[in-house]
Structure formats: C-alpha cells, structure tokens
C-alpha cells in the first residue's frame, strides 16, 4: 500500500467518527433548543388561560383565546404540571403525529379541572431534517474536499522523496558519484539525500577496491 493511500485512509478512519459525533452532537442540541422554545410557547399559552379564568370564573373555549389544541376535563385532585411528548390520530392524514403537550389543573370554585394544552412538531421534525440534510450534506463535501486538498498536498510535498528513491534506484555503480538529487526544501529530504550521498560513496569506494 502506498504512503499517499495508507495517509488518506487514517485520515478517513478519524475524520468520519469526528462527523458523525459532531452531528449527533448537533442534532441533539438543536432537537433541545426547538423542544424549549415549544415549552416556551405552551407556557405563554398556560398563562392566558389562566389569566381569562381568574378574570372570568370561566373555562375557556378555543375560539376565545385562539387556541386550536386544548382539551378540559374535570377531575377530582389536583395534577403536577407535566409536559411531555405523545401521539395523537390526526383526523385528516389518519395517522398518528407527534404533539408536545402541558398538563396542569385549574380550579373554579370547588371543582378542580385537568387542562392539557397541545402544540404540534411535525414542524419541528420538518426542520430537523431539513437542518439534518443540509448539515450532512455540508459535511460530505467538507470531507470530500479536506481529502482532496490533503492527497494534492501530499503528493506534491512526498514528490521530492519518490525523485530520490527513483535516482536510488537507476544509479549505476559505476557512475556513482555524479548522482544530481532533486531540490527540496523539506529539511528530512536534505537529510535523507546528504545520508544517500555517504552510502553511495562508501558503496562505490568498496566496488573499486
């Protein structure tokens, strides 16, 4: 296996595990970011149904507060607030679809009511991927590049070497002495052409005698 090849498959062996980590990473950040601007949202949503039954002694409607998703029962005891994820069978696609949703209690008069307020992700599933795409597709052209970039430079910096070994291997013994090494100014290369120097003299200086 040639050193440009071995190089590039080291390269590859550590890049692509950092990717993959890297996007995990990313994808789980951003997954948390969008779920507590939704918290968020419920939240605000919380407040202005609360805030009409202290003003009115009344459940609100959908209508009232424009909120689509909301659903009252009565109940018995009081809650903890809880939000969570859950699927709920959408009517018109007839599937199940991915919903955050906030649970807490609101009391008017003795009687105690469980309110749960729902926001749908299927937007934010939608932007997931589409952030998931393009982040997967940046990182294949990222990678492809820096592997592109690093077999060129590779190859034009090791040229020097594979000029030395080539006038190792045409030299004569007969015509040591007169080896004409290619310029380089990679200091490992002087070295590796100066140490050539010495061997050839002392191997050329044992077949004359």
């Given at each position: 296996?040639?050193?440009?090849?071995?190089t590039s498959?080291?390269y590859?062996?550590v890049?692509i595990?950092?990717?993959?980590?890297?996007?995990?990473?990313?994808?789980v950040?951003?997954?948390?970011?969008?779920?507590?601007?939704?918290?968020?949202?419920l939240?605000?949503?919380?407040?202005?149904?609360m805030?009409y039954i202290?003003?009115?002694?009344?459940l609100?409607?959908t209508?009232?507060?424009?909120?689509n998703?909301i659903?009252?029962r009565?109940?018995?005891h009081?809650?903890?607030?809880?939000?969570?994820?859950?699927?709920?069978?959408s009517?018109?696609?007839?599937?199940?679809?991915?919903?955050?949703?906030?649970?807490?209690?609101?009391a008017?008069g003795d009687?105690?009511?469980?309110i749960t307020?729902?926001k749908?992700?299927?937007?934010?599933d939608?932007l997931?991927?589409?952030?998931?795409?393009s982040?997967g597709?940046?990182?294949?052209l990222l990678?492809?590049?820096?592997?592109?970039l690093?077999?060129?430079?590779?190859r034009?910096?090791?040229?020097?070497?594979?000029?030395?070994?080539?006038?190792?291997?045409?030299?004569?013994?007969?015509?040591?002495?007169?080896?004409e090494?290619?310029?380089?100014?990679?200091v490992?290369?002087?070295?590796?052409?100066?140490?050539g120097?010495r061997?050839?003299?002392?191997?050329h200086?044992?077949?004359?005698?």
């Open positions: 296996m040639k050193l440009l090849t071995y498959l080291y590859l062996a890049t595990p950092v990717c993959l980590i890297g996007g995990i990473v990313f994808y950040y951003m997954s948390r970011l969008l779920n507590e601007e939704i918290d968020e949202q939240e605000i949503r919380k407040m202005q149904v805030d202290q003003r009115t002694a009344h609100p409607d209508a009232t507060l424009e909120i998703s659903f009252i009565s109940g018995k009081a809650i903890v607030e809880q939000t969570s994820d859950t699927l709920l069978l009517p018109l696609k007839d599937e199940d679809l991915p919903y955050r949703q906030l649970k807490f209690d609101a008017i009687q105690v009511y469980t307020l729902l749908p992700l299927v937007e934010k939608d997931l991927q589409i952030i998931t795409t982040i597709i940046f990182f294949v990678l492809l590049a820096l592997l592109g690093t077999y060129l430079l590779s034009r910096l090791w040229h020097p070497f594979y000029l030395t070994l080539q006038r190792f291997n045409e030299t004569k013994l007969d015509s040591i002495g007169h080896e090494w290619p310029k380089t100014s990679i490992e290369f002087k070295a590796l052409q100066s140490g120097d061997m050839l003299k002392k191997i200086e044992q077949y004359r005698n």
